[in-house]
């Protein structure tokens, strides 16, 4: 098992340095083998060093300890259960942190205006150039941003490029760069790249990019490389002022407004419908619905977690079930001792129960260990190889502590059934053979 998980390691190390991709999954199931494989280990080594006074406690132990040929794989069925809810959980945890995080830094705006048509079908409506001209003399509009996204050519493919002008649009989150670079994508014949853009096409900063315009191919130099979500295929991000000396297009798809008074944000986008609500329907957002609404539907996209936790639970109880109905069939003779000695069938249900809650003891214990570190590759290894996001892991608390108050309570209702039949065991018929 130390073997395995040692293997694990290293293929999540070559995965990250870019040694193969498919090595993070390679790196998973080492994973899983490893813990599943040191379970027993494990085991005997918590119930060398806990000591109980309760007699209940020390017999439950060390029946779990002389059935370990069968609660080992049990026990690891239900701690992969608790990794793979772990590990998931963790991941989108650190997920949605990044991707509020890098809200935080990039929208600076206080109202962002755009066509609602655009929320469903793509982008394909534009922003009135009145509406544009419009937002740039009212006076409650201190500096008006717009935003355009443009498909073009990058040697002989498509690539996506965003049209940004005015810093009311976004501020860029560099994570390399060259010197003075907030300056540079300013400056003609400079862009940026977004992360996911670099690691699919092997863009470093300082580096260049040509791009087949109107005007023929032009030669564009890399100021930095930044951090966006919004794709994983990629994106190029250029000032509107270079785009316009190659690109003859006016249209934009989106305003960001930044105010003198940013509590004036609904005055404003009251006048807006009034003067353009007969021209079309409008999504306007304040920072901070915008990102609420971001938010929103980050966390709709990963409902599907709670269904996850779901299946573990029914798999863990199952697991358990059948686990402790053997062992019960097994020891009908040990139950006919006790129950001779003066054990009342409230007591041999007890004893079943407290195994059963040591089982989902040790399976939570090991499973918290097996999803961090599932999670650490899933978020640094997978994800950087497949989606070419880099994500800040975080572990919410809640997740790690709670995982012991499902599987615990899960593996002692699981229990219900086999400590009835327990203790329903006549103790003649049990010693018949004694």
Known sequence: GLVLLLLAALSAWTAFRGGGKFLGFVSVGLLIAGFSLIVPAVVLGFCSILKFRSWMMRLGM???????????????????????TVSVSVMIHSFRGSVSSWL??????????????????????????????????????REAGTFREIQVLLNGKSAAMGVSEGESREKLDFLSKLENAENLFHTPGFLVVSESFANRNGTKSGGEIVLTSPQGPITFRVAGIVKDFTRDSGLIMIDRSNFDKAWSDQRVHSL????????????LATEFRDRFGKMGEYSIYTNADLRR?????????????????????????????LSLTTLIIEREREIGVLRSQGASPGQIRSLVFTEA????????????????????????????????????????????????????????????????????????????FE
């Not at 705006?109 to 655009?118: E, G, K, M, T, Y």
């Not at 939570?364 to 097996?370: K, L, P, T």
């Not at 608390?397 to 039949?421: E, F, K, N, S």
């Open 62 to 84: 060390q029946y779990l300890v002389r059935s370990l040929h069968r609660r080992a794989v049990t026990m690891a069925a239900a701690a992969l259960e608790a990794a793979m």
């Open 104 to 141: 935080e830094k990039t929208l600076v705006a206080d109202l962002f205006i755009a066509p609602a048509a655009n929320e469903i079908a793509g982008l394909q409506s534009f922003i009135p150039a009145e509406a544009v001209e419009w937002a740039r003399q009212n006076p409650l509009v």
């Open 256 to 267: 960001a407004l930044r105010l003198h008074d940013p509590a004036l944000a609904g005055t």
């Open 293 to 321: 609404r971001v938010m929103d539907i980050f966390d709709q996209t990963f409902a599907v977690t709670s269904v996850l936790r779901g299946i573990a639970v029914f798999v863990a109880v199952a697991g358990v079930v």
């Open 357 to 432: 809650g040591l089982v989902g003891f040790f399976a939570s214990f090991i499973g918290i260990a097996c999803g961090a570190a599932m999670a650490m590759v899933l978020t640094w290894v997978i994800n950087k190889a497949f989606f070419g996001w880099t994500i800040e892991l975080r572990y919410p608390l809640d997740v790690l502590l709670g995982t012991p108050l499902w599987i615990i309570p899960a593996a002692i209702a699981a229990a219900w059934l086999p400590a009835l039949r327990a203790s329903r065991i006549p103790p003649a018929q049990a010693l018949r």
